[in-house]
């Protein structure tokens, strides 16, 4: 016999390919003539970023550049710095065909050390680790509905995130700093950095619209001056990105990184420096969805006949909540007795991030790194590095299993000495986060129903005496015996689809 059989798709990303390379950094560079000499290294900082990537067959190729900078003082104690640039390229085999994937790729320098071997010679040493992330969209089809007049059918629905596609979009900016009123002529950049965050996304007229802004901060030396000067600017962004498919109802996560960074300092015809030159490029990703209730068949079996149902665990995911939050972390340290006097600079970077579902709350915690260049009660510069561990708590109701990957962003720190040698630190922190809450459903890919064999009803009587327990369901009782749902609801005044309390239930046999 032929049946009417109305199919529904259900979509999901699954990981295809996920690892990663380790890029080395093994360089040695001398000083121009027009750097003053090195007297002692305070610090060489290597900050690894991505400026493209890309998929060739099974192949993945990651083209990026490191910024290592070299924070050393002079013979008079003048505090300099050097930077060079050290681009990589690195291909990554993944065994597996790769088309139509989606590509996420992070890099994050491992370590880093760097000695002076002459005065005006520096030799490097490093690693640079690339982390590749695989993802395709994927397709399940279940049986949403099966025209049979004695199949039973149990009918649920299972909440879940269509998603619709992930796209990226690099944006460059190019923008003047203008030195404020009172701040002296730059003489030197010692080192910058910046912090991009994402402060709002929505969608509109059909494409993705995320606002964010651009956190720069640079210390300098001025020219005939030994004390730095530090510049902070902010710099807001927005951007238009198409992804297809997408429309009102739908979410999208938005993140952004830099891809690359530079500041210049830009002499005026009069011959001042009061002006930098900024230039960036930031890679803004978003990641579409549309969240929806999925009409499925959990379970099926004929009264009349044999079937043989087949059955798909499908993973399904839904966003479950988008957290963005700044929250704050300090840590008191203590310095012995005349080795920090004041303060020229302190900068922080984030170490490390976990995440853990448990107790009714999202738990994230790591440390961050606080470097600070200092001057002791000599005036002789010095270098330290401090940990502070961190922990953000976002209250939940845990009922179920949770994925999130977030992100953590310094967003400022501030600083405090007493005059007990020490030193208390204040730092602000971003937490960004799509939270998944997973469900694995096991649904309906095929019904086939053998039209020669009859159910097992022959040596039964018209009717059944069934001893029901506390907490069993009418629909595994009704399917034992091949009987009808509804008729053993209706004929045992039952109500709801679990039995409550002990009881005696009549089944029906015809």
Known sequence: MEHKILKTSIFSLDTIFCGSAEQAIDIDFTLPDYYVDISKILKCRAVSRISSKSINGDRVLVEGCVTITVIYCGND????????????????ETGVDLDGCILNAKTKCEYINCRAITSRK???????????????????????????????????????????????????????????????????????????????????????????????????????????????????????????????????????????????????????????????????????????????ILDAYSRKFEANVDKNEVCINKIYE????????????????????????????????????????????????????????????????????????HPMNIDGEFTSLPQITVMGANYMLSGDNSMEIRVELNVAAAIYRCSNVSLITNINIDDAKLCDKDNRGAMTIYYATEGEKVWDIAKKYCAKVDEIKQMNELTQDVITGDKMILISNS
């Open 322 to 393: 988008n957290v963005n939050q700044n929250f704050n972390c300090k840590r008191e340290f203590d310095f012995s007795e005349g080795s920090l006097c004041s303060v020229l600079d302190m900068w922080c970077e984030v170490g490390s991030a976990n995440v853990k579902f448990e107790e009714n709350m999202m738990r994230v915690f790591g440390n961050v790194i606080a470097y600070i260049i200092a001057n002791d009660c000599d005036e002789t510069p010095v270098f330290y590095e401090k940990e502070i561990e961190f922990e953000f708590c």
């Open 122 to 296: 520096i030799d490097v040493h490093g690693a640079v680790g690339i982390y590749v992330k695989l993802m395709r969209r994927s397709r399940a089809d279940i049986i949403s509905d099966f025209d049979d007049d004695n199949l039973e059918l149990l009918r649920g629905t299972v909440p879940a995130t269509i998603p619709l596609g992930c796209a990226e979009k690099y944006l460059n900016i190019e923008e003047e700093i203008e030195l404020g009123s009172g701040q002296p002529d730059i003489g030197c950049i010692i080192r910058y950095d910046a912090d991009a965050t994402i402060t709002d996304s929505k969608i509109m007229a059909g494409k993705s619209v995320v606002k964010g802004q651009l956190n720069v901060k640079l210390l300098y030396s001025p020219e005939n001056e030994n004390t730095p000067q530090i510049v902070r600017y902010q710099l807001p962004f927005s951007q238009l990105i198409e992804v297809d498919g997408i429309g009102d109802g739908c979410d999208c996560d938005s993140s952004v990184g830099i891809a690359q960074l530079e500041i210049k300092p830009r002499i005026s015809a009069s011959g001042e420096c009061r002006q930098l030159l900024l230039s960036a490029k930031l890679l803004i990703t978003s990641e579409c969805c549309c969240n929806n209730d999925v009409e499925v």
């Open 77 to 92: 104690n003048t505090i300099s710095s050097y930077e060079h640039q050290y681009p990589f390229s690195k291909s990554i």
